[in-house]
Structure formats: C-alpha cells, structure tokens
C-alpha cells in the first residue's frame, strides 16, 4: 500500500509509482527566487526555449539579498525583473514581500496533493500542507520553466509520531530540534518523513512550517504533515486551485519509524557547527552571546513574533539584535499588535521581510569568533560569517537569551 509521497507521485506522473521508481513528473507549482532564478534563467536562456511552460505556476520572489546589497546583485535582480515581464509571470514579489518560503504559502500555491519544487532546498516548507514540496538545483529547475516537468526518483517514507503535550515555553522549533538530533543530519537521506501523533496535530499551521522547513536539515527529501482542518481552514479563501488531500494507507511501508514524547521536552539547543549537535537548553545556558537573531522561513512567522514579544516587553537586550518578520503581511500584523513598538523599545533592530543575514549575505553577517543565537535552520561554519558560532533555537529562548547577553532557559525568566 502506499505513503502520501507514493501517491502525489502517482497522480504527477500519470502511473503508478512506488519508493524507488524513476518517474518524469508534472509539477504543480515551481519558484526560484533571487539567487537561483539568476542560474536558472541562465541554463533557460541556453536552452533556447523561448516561452516557460505556464506563466502562471512560475513564482519569482525577491528575499535573500533584498534590497540589493551591491551593484552586482543590483544588475542581477534587474535582468531577472525583465525576464519576468518579457515571460508574463505575474506571480512575482519584489523586495520587501517576504522570503520564498512564507509568501508561497500566503499566497495559496503550497496545497495538499500538488507536487512543489522550489530552486531552494527548503522548499520542503510545503510540506507542511500535505504537499509534496522540495528543492532542486538551477539547472533542474531551467528544466521545469522549460517543460514544467522534472525526472525524480520516488523516496521511501519514514514515519515520525510526536505523543504528548509540550510545556511553558516549548514550541515546534523545540519539537523539530529534538527529532533532528534523533534522527541525524544523514538519517533521512533522500526519505520523505511523514510526521504524526497528537503532539504534531496540535501544531498550528506556523509551527508545522516550521517543522516541514527544517526536514532538509536530516537530509530528507519532503517533510509532509498529513492535512486536516487546520490546513483547510488556513487556505479557504487563499488556494489559487482547487485541490484534492491524499493520506498514506493504514499499511504503507515505512523504511524507519521514530517516536517522539513531548510531555518533558524541554527547550532545545542546535550547537555549532551540525543541526543534529542538540542538547537541552540547560545544558548550554551560560553561553555568552554577541547576536540574537529572530526570523527566517523557519521562524519569522506571527506566532513567533509574538513568542519573542511576551518576552521582551518591559526589557532591554544586552546584545545586538535583529528581527525580521518573515513577511510583509507578517509584518503588518506585527505592527498592528503593537509587536514593533516592543522590539524597538527593547533595543532590537528591526530589518526589511527577507531571509537577513541568514545565509550571510547582509544585513547581520557576524565576525570572526562573535556567538549568535539565531531561530534559523542551519549552523554550518561560514553559514552568517566567516569564523562565526551560530547557536539555534526558539524565538522565546533566543528573546529571553538577547535580555540577558548570554544562552538562557525561557522557562527561568
């Protein structure tokens, strides 16, 4: 019988299709963004193919070095711009709409069922909404705009269950810390996870973003939570199509099963330079710090917001620190919560919707040997800065750590 990933692969390539079947797939939706779009419409334009497939599944969001950081990037982003108008691609956001991953989703493209590639590797985002999302390279993804199909191997399926209910101040970035440091950075190469239990179907959609984004950080393929009225309810109104929800089959085959209790998680810590390098909270506290971070597609969401808000208000923190809210839209919310007149009052920095200094490129890069504690997804050496020690965790322990200069358990404070 079959997983979701079976399934939404059966239906893109018109046949049936098992794990480890080669198939050519039709894509639903396909999104480059401001650094990859520039390869693939490089590898396009050598393709001499005059027309993309589908103006209309094609999505151009401008987010990692947005504004532009140089004249360079400035060029790049200019050529892009044209391309898109010169293509009829309508579905494009410029600077300041918000990073990739968070307007996909805002604006109704990430569904259950479809098959979504994104030229970034956390376009496992999507899976979120029972999607098949992932990411390929520019290349591949010159291919798609070319022909809106892509060949794939289908993965096999690992299945998660987080039971339990997560404490004060735990949250999903907790949970998907603690999954990622059981199951490895390698544990799910090439797999596709399906994540169940009580634990999970608790989740908002925000912090099952979050729990989807980082599925690339073991390796996997697509990180996909099984669709319910929590994900309806978040796209009525929003879904650019109609769609049709697929659950994997009360016997499909599962390569690997975790099972995860929340009930005594405590807040978790990503140390450098590895994601799977997890520890408590409690266990690092004490850990002097020179930056805190809030954002990104893996926790620049209202929610989060809002978590790092409860703990600022009516404090100052004793380090620099940056937030930067995932969207546009976010933003706005955030604004009319009252949420920037509390990060501002407490000393934060506040920068325009975008990944930041996330993957180094601006706005927050880090010097040799500074520690900053950030709600990102990766920690590798040279990830925000050459020689920098990036620490991961929750918008509440990276708040309450920028209050107190140094890695500090939210539940103490």
């Given at each position: 019988?079959?997983?979701?990933?079976?399934?939404?692969?059966?239906?893109?390539?018109?046949?049936?299709?098992?794990?480890?079947?080669?198939?050519?797939?039709?894509i639903?939706?396909?999104?480059?963004?401001?650094?990859?779009?520039?390869?693939?419409?490089?590898?396009?334009?050598?393709?001499?193919?005059?027309?993309?497939?589908?103006p209309?599944?094609?999505?151009?969001?401008?987010?990692?070095?947005?504004?532009?950081n140089?004249?360079?990037?400035?060029?790049?982003?200019?050529?892009?711009?044209?391309?898109?108008?010169?293509?009829?691609?309508?579905?494009?956001?410029?600077?300041?709409n918000?990073?990739?991953?968070?307007?996909?989703?805002?604006?109704?493209?990430?569904m259950?069922?479809?098959?979504?590639?994104?030229?970034?590797?956390?376009?496992?985002?999507?899976?979120?909404?029972?999607?098949?999302?992932?990411?390929?390279?520019?290349?591949?993804?010159?291919?798609?705009?070319?022909?809106?199909?892509?060949?794939?191997?289908?993965?096999?399926?690992?299945?998660?269950?987080?039971?339990?209910?997560?404490?004060?101040?735990?949250?999903?970035?907790?949970?998907?810390?603690?999954?990622?440091?059981?199951?490895?950075a390698?544990?799910a190469?090439?797999?596709?996870?399906?994540?169940?239990?009580?634990?999970?179907?608790?989740?908002?959609?925000?912090?099952?973003?979050?729990?989807?984004?980082?599925?690339?950080?073991?390796?996997?393929?697509?990180?996909?939570?099984?669709?319910?009225?929590?994900?309806?309810?978040?796209?009525?109104?929003?879904?650019?199509?109609?769609?049709?929800?697929?659950?994997?089959?009360?016997?499909?085959?599962?390569?690997?099963?975790?099972?995860?209790?929340?009930?005594?998680?405590e807040?978790?810590?990503?140390?450098?330079?590895?994601?799977d390098?997890?520890?408590?909270?409690?266990?690092?506290?004490?850990?002097?710090?020179?930056?805190?971070?809030?954002?990104?597609?893996?926790?620049?969401?209202?929610?989060?917001?809002?978590?790092?808000?409860?703990?600022?208000?009516?404090?100052?923190?004793?380090?620099?620190?940056?937030?930067?809210?995932?969207?546009?839209?976010?933003?706005?919310?955030?604004?009319?919560?009252?949420?920037?007149?509390?990060?501002?009052?407490?000393?934060?920095?506040?920068?325009?919707?975008?990944?930041?200094?996330?993957?180094?490129?601006?706005?927050?890069?880090?010097?040799?040997?500074?520690?900053?504690?950030?709600?990102?997804?990766?920690?590798?050496?040279?990830?925000?800065?050459?020689?920098?020690?990036?620490?991961?965790?929750?918008?509440?322990?990276?708040?309450?750590?920028?209050?107190?200069?140094?890695?500090?358990?939210?539940?103490?404070?």
């Amino acid at each position: 019988m079959s997983t979701i990933s079976e399934k939404i692969f059966s239906r893109a390539a018109g046949k049936e299709a098992k794990a480890n079947d080669f198939v050519i797939a039709d894509i639903d939706y396909a999104m480059a963004h401001d650094g990859t779009s520039i390869l693939a419409v490089r590898s396009f334009r050598q393709m001499e193919v005059e027309k993309v497939w589908d103006p209309s599944r094609i999505v151009i969001p401008f987010d990692h070095l947005a504004p532009a950081n140089s004249d360079t990037t400035a060029g790049l982003q200019k050529d892009i711009r044209g391309w898109v108008r010169q293509q009829g691609i309508n579905n494009f956001y410029d600077i300041g709409n918000g990073i990739c991953h968070q307007v996909l989703p805002e604006k109704g493209f990430a569904m259950p069922g479809k098959l979504i590639v994104g030229a970034d590797s956390h376009s496992c985002t999507y899976g979120a909404f029972g999607a098949f999302g992932t990411g390929v390279g520019a290349t591949d993804m010159a291919e798609i705009f070319a022909s809106g199909k892509l060949w794939f191997r289908v993965p096999e399926s690992i299945r998660v269950t987080a039971e339990g209910k997560m404490g004060e101040r735990v949250y999903a970035k907790d949970l998907t810390l603690k999954i990622i440091g059981e199951v490895t950075a390698s544990g799910a190469t090439y797999k596709a996870v399906e994540f169940y239990g009580n634990a999970i179907e608790d989740l908002s959609m925000a912090g099952r973003m979050t729990l989807s984004n980082m599925a690339i950080e073991m390796g996997a393929k697509a990180g996909i939570v099984p669709p319910d009225s929590t994900t309806f309810e978040y796209l009525k109104d929003r879904a650019v199509s109609d769609y049709e929800p697929v659950y994997s089959d009360e016997d499909a085959d599962y390569v690997a099963e975790y099972h995860i209790d929340v009930n005594s998680l405590e807040p978790q810590v990503a140390c450098p330079h590895e994601v799977d390098n997890v520890c408590g909270v409690s266990e690092i506290a004490g850990k002097k710090l020179d930056q805190a971070f809030i954002g990104t597609c893996t926790n620049g969401r209202l929610e989060d917001l809002e978590a790092a808000a409860e703990v600022l208000e009516g404090n100052e923190v004793a380090v620099r620190t940056i937030i930067i809210p995932a969207s546009r839209q976010i933003m706005k919310e955030a604004a009319r919560k009252g949420l920037i007149e509390i990060f501002l009052d407490a000393g934060a920095t506040m920068g325009t919707p975008g990944c930041g200094p996330c993957l180094g490129g601006h706005m927050g890069v880090i010097g040799e040997g500074e520690v900053c504690i950030s709600t990102a997804n990766r920690n590798f050496r040279g990830r925000m800065g050459t020689g920098g020690y990036i620490y991961l965790a929750s918008p509440a322990t990276v708040a309450v750590s920028a209050i107190k200069g140094e890695i500090t358990d939210p539940r103490n404070v």
